[in-house]
């Protein structure tokens, strides 16, 4: 008698979960699809066309797609400033923007480890390093006490917009780690965007412009990229973004490879 009552207690428990996770999914696609048809408020679309140069290249069709992707981002992704600190419109923009660019090329794009935007009014504390001094970042995202949450830098973000010179945009960097981490490892191997073959190719690719930014042969890719291949890939796939035309030129056969990561060709 009791392996059946058990048997019934475990039907029951298995369609209950069943019933919760459904009407969970059923939701998230009713907030979806509104989200995608939201239109975009005027001046909303003025802080886009002001501060977003990747918007500003895009043709009309990819600008309704760009701000589409902006509704569903921000309708599933709590931002809030740390201690209460004011949010605006334009930090949301931006922050929006950062995490629709580097995903851009594909049809839609769910962030599954990310929850929630801190935005500090400076840089971020995280530890003392091996001599005792503290350390400082403009972004943060990974496991642990991180899990689910970017902590950024509020003057780190708007400058990431405002200086298109300097190849560096902290909040594609920190998404780009995102995406990295989207198969459950920063580990510099995005895997969710390449066919298995190429890992192993990319993997050496990395390793060999690693080596050539260490020894100061490739001086056009800034040196944190030398850090480590999580940080290389973070670092060539914000410069690919900011100023595509100059990283084509300067380093085609990386250019080549992000295209084909991203499905984007922002240099044409």
Do not use: C
């Not at 969970?24 to 699809?33: A, E, K, T, V, W």
């Not at 009309?60 to 201690?83: R, W």
């Not at 930090?91 to 929850?115: N, T």
């Amino acid at each position: 008698m009791l392996p059946i009552v058990l048997i019934l207690f475990f039907i029951f428990l298995g369609f209950f979960f069943y019933k919760f996770l459904y009407k969970r999914s059923s939701i998230d696609d009713i907030r979806l699809l509104s989200a995608k048809n939201r239109q975009m408020q005027p001046h909303l679309r003025a802080i886009l066309n002001r501060k977003v140069s990747f918007y500003r290249r895009l043709n009309a069709y990819q600008k309704q797609k760009f701000e589409s992707d902006i509704m569903v981002f921000l309708e599933f992704t709590d931002i809030k400033g740390k201690n209460g600190m004011e949010v605006t419109d334009e930090d949301r923009m931006l922050i929006a923007s950062g995490a629709v660019i580097p995903v851009f090329g594909f049809k839609s794009w769910r962030y599954l480890h990310l929850q929630e935007v801190i935005l500090y009014p400076g840089n971020i504390p995280f530890g003392s390093d091996a001599n005792g001094r503290s350390m400082e970042a403009v972004g943060l995202v990974g496991g642990g006490y991180l899990q689910g949450k970017m902590l950024l830098s509020k003057p780190a973000l708007h400058h990431g917009f405002s200086d298109e010179e300097d190849k560096k945009n902290v909040i594609i960097h920190e998404f780009l780690h995102l995406l990295d981490k989207q198969d459950g490892t920063i580990d510099g191997v995005p895997k969710v965007l390449m066919e298995h073959p190429y890992i192993f190719p990319w993997m050496e690719m990395a390793r060999e412009e690693m080596l050539k930014i260490d020894k100061g042969e490739n001086q056009d890719i800034r040196k944190y990229g030398a850090t480590n291949r999580s940080e290389f890939f973070a670092v060539v796939g914000e410069y690919f973004f900011e100023k595509p035309y100059e990283f084509k030129h300067n380093n085609p056969k990386l250019y080549k490879v992000l295209s084909k990561f991203f499905n984007q060709q922002p240099a044409g």
